[in-house]
């Protein structure tokens, strides 16, 4: 079944009570970035039970969630609540399959996770069987894939707003986590968006470094927020798209800015468009061939779900950044018996991005094909 719209999810009404079930870990994740809160903002949902392994975590959450009920055992939770959405919050990725597991097990018709997805392939191939066992429908809370300017933005590509697509090159925030960790933590959130644009990777081609040198075995160690075998404060990375555009992504250590970090461009050869994770306007173009000098005239021009230049006319903060758009889809996946907007697929599509950086790297920069036959985190494969 095709998938709904943007602009239907945001103007659905509710149908029904959907309890929930919200699942933390203060100190190791805690609760993510407003995964447990949208559902009280939701006429259609109610959260029925909260649980963290941590006494004074699972107090504070029960008093903001406005709960009666709390666990200290999400597994207790799930079994005595039966709760038909759960929502997996903690940003610890090591977390990820026994919490959607458990929640396949119990019941669950709907899991809304905390990015990144998972820490590996094999990772991604046990959460993709639990939830096919259960029937259950899993949303990933890459929040910019259900900005309803994104659509917009498509279809003027295939118009031929920047005339012929030449690549798309994005970094990371390239902060303390420049990187490893910020092609896990952050470019995900540009890898989905390049997935949505051009399909899926397949072929990529990388290089890792630490302290200017290749990455070897030495340099790996477990990463932060449970990201599993982690190195480099350095990656460069390339990859050949489904739909013939080529899509990089790097990322140094301490290199960037706040004010210029976390976001792609589409570069052709009539104009570039740019995006700026989680900002407003999402979304820019500047006319003209970006290879001329530059021109008087030129200037950046924002695109909105109304169009080029056009005033935003949606309530973004109110329904993309705080996950209504996509808490709302995943509910309606369940109803219509389709895949979310941003669901098991596209989740399956970062993990095999990144991966396939490892994978590159640990095969000395050569080109491989997507998807991975590697299915544990290649650099525990590193001579």
């Known amino acids: 079944m095709a998938l709904a719209s943007v602009s239907g999810i945001l103007g659905q009404k509710p149908k029904q009570n959907w309890r929930v079930g919200v699942i933390g870990h203060t100190g190791r994740g805690n609760f993510g970035h407003g995964l447990d809160t949208v559902w009280n903002l939701l006429e259609e949902t109610s959260i ?15 008093q903001k969630l406005k709960t009666d ?29 026994p919490m959607i597991t458990a929640a396949c097990e119990m019941g669950a018709k709907g899991i809304y996770v905390e990015k990144p997805f998972a820490r590996s392939l094999k990772e991604v191939d046990q959460i993709a069987e639990a939830c096919a066992k259960a029937g259950a429908k899993l949303a990933i809370a890459h929040r910019n894939r259900y900005h309803p300017a994104m659509p917009v933005l498509k279809k003027l590509l295939k118009e031929g707003i920047v005339g012929d697509v030449l690549e798309m090159r994005g970094r990371g925030k390239e902060d303390r986590r420049g990187g490893g960790e910020d092609l896990w933590v952050l470019g995900t959130h540009i890898l989905d968006l390049y997935h949505y644009l051009a399909g899926n990777p397949l ?130 996946s369940i109803d219509n018996d389709r895949s979310p907007i941003c669901g098991l697929a596209e989740g399956i599509a970062t993990v095999e991005f990144v991966s396939s950086v490892f994978e590159s790297h640990r095969l000395q920069g050569e080109s491989i094909s997507i998807p991975l036959k590697t299915r544990n985190n290649p650099l525990t494969l590193l001579s």
């Not at 029925?48 to 029960?62: F, I, N, R, S």
């Not at 079994?79 to 997996?88: G, L, M, Q, R, S």
Request: hydrophobic residues 35%; aromatic residues 6%.
């Open 48 to 62: 029925a039970a909260v649980a963290d392994a941590h006494p004074g975590g699972l107090a504070k959450a029960k």
């Open 69 to 97: 009920k709390a666990y200290a055992d999400y597994r207790e939770m799930l079994a005595k609540e039966k709760p038909e959405i759960v929502a997996v919050c903690p940003r610890h990725v090591d977390q990820r399959v």
């Open 203 to 332: 072929t990529c081609s990388a290089e890792m470094r630490q302290e200017g040198l290749p990455v070897t075995k030495k340099d790996v160690n477990e990463g932060n927020e449970g990201l599993g075998p982690l190195a480099g404060d350095e990656i460069h990375a390339r990859w050949r798209m489904e739909n013939g555009w080529t899509a990089y992504f790097d990322s140094v250590r301490n290199r960037g800015s706040r004010e210029a970090g976390f976001g792609f461009q589409i570069i052709g050869n009539q104009g570039i468009v740019d995006i700026r994770n989680d900002r407003e306007p999402l979304i820019h173009f500047m006319k003209d061939s970006p290879w001329e000098p530059a021109k008087a005239d030129r200037k950046w021009i924002p695109i909105t779900s109304a169009g080029i230049g056009k005033p935003e006319l949606r309530d973004i903060r109110g329904t993309v950044h705080n996950h209504v758009a996509a808490t709302r889809d995943l509910l309606a």
